[in-house]
């Protein structure tokens, strides 16, 4: 199995139907995706604990542990297509009104010849489209951050059948 250097070809895909709980893999898998169009950038995500320290009187290192998980806050990135399925769905759910979490799914080109890609879900808020300056030859894009709110779950590469 290769390893890739790079991003490209990765894809992002979303669902327009809520998911305000918790899922497991199998539920991921079997909702119905719609691929986001233009993605030029997608954020960091992942597990990202608070780190808790206390100093005692009688250890000579400060003790820590981790706290809190923070699954991330990526911005996705897209040049502006206002017909593309996907990015119709992250504007709805970026609607500020709008307050349901929007499942996401990441889909890396890294499996190789034989092999499938890596693939994360998670869920979470969407803020935006947020629409970044820019000079004459820039692009028009839109930028969308997703508060996750449940960790991504990953599903390694393997071998196809």
């Not at 327009?16 to 954020?43: E, H, P, Y």
């Not at 508060?147 to 590469?157: E, H, I, S």
Request: with cysteine.
């Amino acid at each position: 199995m290769a390893n890739k250097a790079t991003k490209k070809g990765s894809k992002v895909y979303v669902c327009s139907t809520a998911q305000n709980s918790d899922l497991i893999l199998s539920a991921f898998a079997a909702l119905t995706w719609v691929q986001v169009g233009k993605v030029g950038n997608i954020g960091d995500f992942g597990a990202d604990s608070a780190m808790n320290s206390y100093n005692t009187l009688d250890e000579p290192v400060t003790q820590k542990q981790k706290g809190t998980a923070n699954a991330g806050d990526p911005q996705i990135e897209v040049a502006s297509i206002a017909t593309d399925a996907g990015q119709v769905i992250l504007r709805m759910f970026g609607d500020p009104l709008n307050q349901d979490n929007m499942a996401i799914k990441i889909e890396r080109n890294d499996g190789g010849a034989g092999f499938t890609n890596t693939i994360f879900y998670s869920r979470g808020v969407v803020s935006g489209p947020l629409y970044p300056g820019g000079g004459s030859d820039d692009f028009e894009l839109e930028r969308y951050t997703i508060g996750l709110n449940q960790l991504p779950l990953r599903v390694n590469p393997a071998v196809i059948p």
